[in-house]
């Protein structure tokens, strides 16, 4: 089945630890997408990118790197930089007017 | 500026119908949807209209565009348990979506 999968459903970090959520779509989408979600606000853009091998910043890009290599696969790092990282981290792939989500990712800091 | 604006609550009785508003800022929108939130879980398509539409009919959904006032609406007719859960209304401009702009999302309790 086509779809899109984020993994793992729920990480853990330390404080100071870099961590990458996976991204994957079978959709032969070219534009992918991550956003972060807090309770009560909307989602918020963190990077996203039109074609393999480029990527654009979002609105909230500080403190996370994502790379663009296959077209199937969009990798989020969240760095030791970004202060705040617990939060939902959705990834999305889009065709012409449609946007698809993954199940997401629950990043916690212990 | 872009900016979507949904009220954060709305309590229905099982049966009775659900309308949840959405008012955007940008006139430009050339698409506006809802998604559907279940608990822990990603968003999921529910229905789209089109900005040169004033409304669109999918089984129990019925969205309803005002563009002079930039309000949009759902409403779900004979809302059942399993409709309880957070609904958000997007804009779209442009054709690669790098403007998909959300709402705070409009959480749905729907009582017995």
């Known amino acids: 089945d086509g779809g899109i999968t984020q993994s793992p459903k729920y990480l853990f970090r330390k404080e100071g630890q870099n961590v990458t959520l996976s991204c994957e779509q079978n959709?032969?989408?070219?534009?992918m997408y991550w956003y972060r979600q807090d309770p009560g606000q909307g989602l918020r853009l963190i990077y996203y990118s039109q074609i393999v091998n480029d990527f654009q910043k979002g609105d909230i890009a500080e403190g996370y790197s994502v790379s663009r290599e296959k077209k199937e696969s969009f990798p989020l790092t969240v760095t030791s930089a970004q202060k705040n990282p617990t939060a939902f981290y959705l990834c999305?792939?889009?065709?012409?007017?449609?946007?698809?989500f993954g199940q997401g990712t629950r990043l916690t800091v212990v | 500026g872009e900016d979507v604006e949904q009220s954060l609550f709305l309590s229905v009785r099982e049966g009775d119908s659900s309308v949840i508003n959405c008012t955007y800022t940008d006139s430009s929108s050339t698409y506006l949807y809802w998604y559907k939130q279940e608990p822990g879980a990603g968003l999921q398509l529910l229905t789209y209209i089109f900005s040169n539409m004033d409304m669109k009919q999918d089984q129990r959904l019925t969205v309803l565009l005002n563009k002079k006032d930039k309000h949009l609406s759902l409403r779900i007719a004979d809302t059942q348990t399993g409709d309880s859960a957070i609904y958000f209304c997007?804009?779209?401009?442009?054709?690669?979506?790098?403007?998909?702009?959300f709402g705070p999302g409009t959480r749905l309790s729907v009582l017995p």
């Open positions: 997007a804009e779209s401009m442009g054709n690669y979506g790098q403007n998909f702009v």
């Open positions: 959709l032969n989408h070219d534009a």
């Open positions: 999305a792939s889009r065709s012409g007017t449609e946007a698809f």
